[in-house]
């Protein structure tokens, strides 16, 4: 694909204004998130500079012109299929708008994707992690009680980093977060974690703080709150001090909290209240998890193995 070409081009206006018609309804209908809005935004806008090269408009393009593009595009799977979902949705939108008479989408196949299982750090490593931080600093404690929390709540990252000082409730021991979609769910936080978010509150975050208001639970060395970026690097830092080699991610303690809990029996359907799935097909990959786990010590242990 000539894409230095195609980036040389501009979506035209009709274009560009039927794109956010198409991200406003979905954020209207499912609440889509900023990420998911600015990658379907991208696609689009890339596939209609695309089409303006060749002297077509995204909103009367046809299933040739669909196919040839993705033919030259060269994306992993993962990739390829969130492309062909954006490309989807718009041409279905179109349709259900009675803007087109047709899909052109609509005899499309989606790539194949191989089962992508979250990985997780054993209760051991767990362990090691949550007590990497040197808890007698400010910064060291609020560390603990941000991973303490995370392992403890299944928060997501993003989650986690927005919270306010008002959203965690330490007599009834919940915290109130606002997920994907501005939806909002109470969390048991556990009391273990919850020792250490009220030493965090009491002793560390007023120190942080310094006389300054500010909304945010946690707070950076500069009483600012803190960000995903900055998280993720202490994730890192904190794993390569317990001598944690398995590949982590900003989501770890999140996929350890899930699998952890279906190890010791949780029922599916309370894991996805507590991850905030909105379907519970999202919340079944921990299953396969836990399965690939039984396997693992069956192999390991059974004479028959």
């Given amino acids: 694909m000539d894409l230095p070409h195609a980036l040389a081009e501009r979506p035209s206006a009709e274009d560009d204004a039927a794109i956010e018609r198409f991200l406003d309804r979905l954020w209207l209908e499912r609440g889509l998130s900023a990420n998911t809005q ?3 935004r991208s696609d689009l806008r890339l596939f209609a500079r695309w089409l303006r090269v060749r002297g077509t408009a995204l909103t009367t393009a046809g299933e040739v012109e669909i196919k040839a593009y993705l033919a030259a595009r060269v994306l992993a799977p993962r990739s390829q299929a969130r492309l062909l979902s954006a490309l989807r949705q718009f041409y279905r939108h179109l349709h259900a708008d009675q803007q087109r008479q047709d ?5 499309l196949d989606s790539p194949r994707l191989g089962l992508r299982l979250p990985k997780h750090l054993s209760e051991e490593e767990v362990e ?4 990497a931080p040197d808890a007698t600093t400010d910064l060291g404690l609020r560390d603990r009680a941000m991973l303490e929390l995370m392992y403890a709540s299944g928060l997501r990252v993003s989650e986690l980093v927005g919270l306010k000082a008002a959203s965690v409730d330490l007599r009834a021991g919940v915290v109130q977060v606002v997920g994907k979609g501005g939806k909002e769910r109470l969390v048991p936080i556990g009391e273990i974690a919850l020792d250490w978010l009220r030493r965090y509150v009491q002793r560390a975050r007023p120190a942080l703080a310094d006389g300054r208001s500010v909304d945010a639970l946690f707070l950076t060395a500069r009483g600012q709150a803190m960000t995903r970026h900055n998280f993720w690097h202490l994730i890192k830092r904190y794993a390569a001090a317990a001598g944690i080699r398995t590949p982590l991610s900003p989501h770890t303690l999140r996929h350890a909290f899930a699998t952890h809990l279906l190890d010791h029996g949780a029922d599916l359907r309370v894991l996805q209240s507590l991850l905030g799935h909105a379907d519970l097909s999202t919340t079944q990959i921990y299953t396969h998890v836990a399965r690939a786990r039984l396997r693992e010590i069956h192999a390991r ?3 028959r193995a």
């Fill in 38 to 40: 600015a990658s379907y």
């Fill in 103 to 107: 899909d052109p989408t609509a005899r």
């Fill in 128 to 131: 090691r992690l949550l007590a």
């Fill in 301 to 303: 242990h059974h004479p």
